[in-house]
Antibody, heavy 121, light 109 residues
Framework: EVQVLESGGGLVQPGGSLRLSCAAS????????MSWVRQAPGKGLEWVSG????????YYADSVKGRFTISRDNSENTVYLQMNSLTAEDTAVYYC??????????????WGQGTLVTVSS | QSALTQPRSVSGSPGQSVTISCTGT?????????VSWYQQHPGKAPKLIIY???KRPSGVPDRFSGSKSGNTASLTIPGLQAEDEADYYC?????????FGGGTKLTVL
């Protein structure tokens, strides 16, 4: 059974940093690209970042480019999202998802339960 | 990269059929057969219910069906059930990125 479990969310001040983790199991991790998708309170879904199976290729939405960094450790079956220079607009539930596709997802196959990031003073 | 256009809400009575539309452009929905649909109950993570326009993952009831014509994709749910009440999001591959719809709230009356 595929399992995806996010952690690392919390309350952070504007301008601060946070690192999210996503631990995956139940599939051959290195064979799959992974993505982060976020959902602001009461809003829709936004694809934020993606990383290829071997980690050589990454993608960032314009809204986070230059501030967020995605990485993965295939020996630990874990994906990370380092978030810097956070603003209130980054407040959201952040979901980690196993995707179909090499980097740009054709679809999001399995989702974690999400971790809430709140940016506020 | 504007969001795909979905109706904000739709409703139907148990047993009825509803269709949710998802309109994009010739650069996303119209260009690729990689439209997917997600069901999200309140406080829960999204769940994939349709991918590649018409395919259903194992375990998803065959009541859910997808289609596409031109730049518009559709999700149809015949025989509505109470548990179908949720938010539904479409999503399309667009070559260099992925784009979601704004979401549709389905109410089962």
């Amino acid at each position: 059974e595929v399992q995806v479990l996010e952690s690392g969310g919390g309350l952070v001040q504007p301008g601060g940093s946070l690192r999210l983790s996503c631990a995956a199991s139940g599939f051959t991790f290195r064979n799959y690209a992974m993505s982060w998708v976020r959902q602001a309170p009461g809003k829709g879904l936004e694809w934020v970042s993606g990383i290829s199976g071997v980690g050589g290729d990454t993608y960032y939405a314009d809204s986070v480019k230059g501030r967020f960094t995605i990485s993965r450790d295939n020996s630990e079956n874990t994906v990370y999202l380092q978030m810097n220079s956070l603003t209130a607009e980054d407040t959201a539930v952040y979901y980690c998802a196993k995707v179909a596709g090499l980097l740009i997802p054709r679809h999001f196959q399995d989702w974690g339960q999400g971790t809430l990031v709140t940016v506020s003073s | 990269q504007s969001a795909l256009t979905q109706p904000r809400s739709v409703s139907g009575s148990p047993g009825q059929s509803v269709t949710i539309s998802c309109t994009g452009t010739s650069s996303d929905v119209g260009e690729y057969d990689f439209v997917s649909w997600y069901q999200q109950h309140p406080g829960k993570a999204p769940k994939l219910i349709i991918y590649d326009v018409t395919k259903r993952p194992s375990g998803v009831p065959d009541r859910f069906s997808g289609s596409k014509s031109g730049n518009t994709a559709s999700l149809t749910i015949p025989g509505l059930q109470a548990e179908d009440e949720a938010d539904y999001y479409c999503c399309s591959f667009a070559g260099s990125h992925v784009i979601f719809g704004g979401g549709t709230k389905l109410t089962v009356l």
